[in-house]
């Protein structure tokens, strides 16, 4: 019987399939057997398990445990906004000392106060800034009225009787009856303090002229 030429080819091809199968098999066994030379099964034997125990031990042992209260006061000082820098400031005395504000002592002979019918006059400072005297005043009124004051009244003296001109800022027109303190300065041109040491100043109320307030020997500072 005669084969149809259809069913030779398909048989061919099946054949052909199934020996490059059987090829690549070969090749591919072959080749996998060549690239695991040389790796081994990895050690399992029990002292190699009770040297990672060891291993893993010392690093539990490393871990350290903090107490309780000392968890508690980090939680506090990281909410109250505290830094590791400033707790290392807060324990260093350089640190410290320089972070420390020192409060800048009176001048000597400082305040110079004078009353006169319930009103006090008080100079606290005479120091040079810039071009200027500066004299640091305050008013208060314990009195039961109130008293006006006008500044142009003013009279500054230098050591040697000569009048020298100033000008008062901040201080108020009309000081109320039991007053709070009212604080402003008297400045003067430095260049008219040249080679003087002290000044004196006189004020009175306006427009009774009744109170006398006089301050005499104000040292200056420069």
């Known amino acids: 019987m005669k084969l149809n030429s259809t069913v030779a080819l398909t048989l061919t091809l099946l054949v052909l399939m199934i020996g490059a199968g059987l ?109 200027a005297m500066v004299l640091t005043v305050n008013l208060h009124n314990n009195g039961k009225k109130p008293v006006r004051f006008l500044y142009d009244l003013l009279t500054v003296t230098d050591d040697q009787g000569r009048t020298v001109k100033a000008a008062a800022e901040g201080l108020p027109a009309e000081l109320p009856a039991s007053s709070d303190v009212f604080p402003g300065t008297i400045n003067i041109s430095a260049k008219s303090l040249d080679g003087v040491q002290k000044v004196s100043l006189s004020l009175t109320d306006y427009p009774d002229k009744q109170l006398q307030l006089q301050l005499s020997d104000i040292p200056l500072t420069r």
């Open 23 to 131: 090829v690549s098999a070969t090749w591919g066994s072959a080749l996998g057997r060549e690239a695991l030379k040389g790796i081994t099964q990895p050690d399992t034997r029990p002292n190699s398990n009770t040297t990672g125990r060891q291993s893993d031990g010392a690093r539990r042992e490393e871990l350290a445990v903090l107490p309780e209260a000392k968890i508690i006061a980090n939680v506090k000082a990281r909410m109250s906004g505290s830094t590791s820098k400033e707790a290392k400031a807060s324990t260093d005395p350089v640190a410290t000392a320089k972070a420390t504000t020192t409060p800048t002592p009176s001048q000597a002979g400082f305040p110079l106060t004078v009353t006169s019918r319930d009103v006090a006059l008080t100079v606290e400072s005479a120091r040079q800034k810039g071009d």
